[in-house]
């Protein structure tokens, strides 16, 4: 199924959980796959982790994510789809939002 991200992960993994309900509560597209369920998956993980089952780690497309924030997943994703309908040019968006140059209370920072 294309448009979406796969998400490995361990059960119990704080870090998977913490991704995938912030994948969720943002609605990007995602599969969750436990290591435990799909062994040729867990496989590829290590194969990209130096051995290692890291959880979570984000397949989307080609690309593979370790350890994601929701929004590298959301960014990778909408780059996916946007070069496969061919409306932009092969070029990254730049991963993060605005610099907050207040503090707490709302007075501006030296």
């Not at 089952?53 to 590298?72: A, H, K, M, Y």
């Not at 946007?82 to 140059?101: E, N, Y």
């Amino acid at each position: 199924m294309a448009g979406h991200a796969t998400v490995y992960y361990k059960p119990g993994c704080p870090f998977g959980l913490r991704l995938r309900a912030a994948l969720r509560a943002h609605r990007v597209p995602y599969v969750a796959i436990s290591f435990r369920d799909d062994e040729a998956g867990a496989a590829q993980v290590r194969a990209v982790n130096a051995g290692n089952e890291i959880s979570p780690t984000v397949r989307v497309g080609d690309v593979w994510l370790t350890n994601p924030r929701w929004r590298q997943v959301a960014t990778e994703l909408a780059a996916m789809t946007q070069v496969r309908r061919g409306t932009v040019p092969l070029r990254r968006a730049a991963v993060g939002g605005p610099i907050c140059t207040r503090g707490r209370r709302g007075k501006a920072r030296a």
